[in-house]
Nanobody
Framework: QVLLVESGGGSVQAGGSLRLSCAAY????????MGWFRQAPGKEREAVAV???????RYADSVKGRFTISQDNSKNTVYLQMNSLKPEDTAMYFC??????????????????WGQGTQVFVSP
């Protein structure tokens, strides 16, 4: 079992920045991939960024060039640096963990563990 604890959400004006953190606890050895998904009201949950333990990353087209995912393996922690935020980035952001399939699929169906979510609100 893996417990994911997120922090760092909040409210910001368009063009601003936020940094999300996600610490993983428990039996993390099988979770080769960690990442962030988001869900806006009335929309499906979508992948934002995923990182493998090796450091390779993958991003949704909508956030490329603005968001950066990184990790500290010694702390089992993943970060999402979000710059140049837009109102359309407003959503509940969820930390996720899974196997390599999570990275290759970039799909919610391959998430094994979810965090509780942290709200990000971007005002115009």
């Amino acid at each position: 079992q893996v417990l994911l604890v997120e922090s760092g959400g909040g409210s910001v004006q368009a063009g601003g920045s936020l940094r999300l953190s996600c610490a993983a606890y428990g039996h993390t050895y099988g979770s080769n991939s960690m990442g962030w998904f988001r869900q806006a009201p009335g929309k499906e949950r979508e992948a934002v960024a995923v990182i493998q333990r090796t450091g390779t990353t993958r991003y949704a087209d909508s956030v490329k060039g603005r968001f950066t995912i990184s990790q500290d393996n010694s702390k089992n922690t993943v970060y999402l640096q979000m710059n140049s935020l837009k109102p359309e980035d407003t959503a509940m952001y969820f930390c996720a963990a899974g196997s390599t399939l999570l990275y290759t699929s970039f799909d919610v169906r391959w998430v094994n563990y979810w965090g509780q979510g942290t709200q990000v609100f971007v005002s115009p």
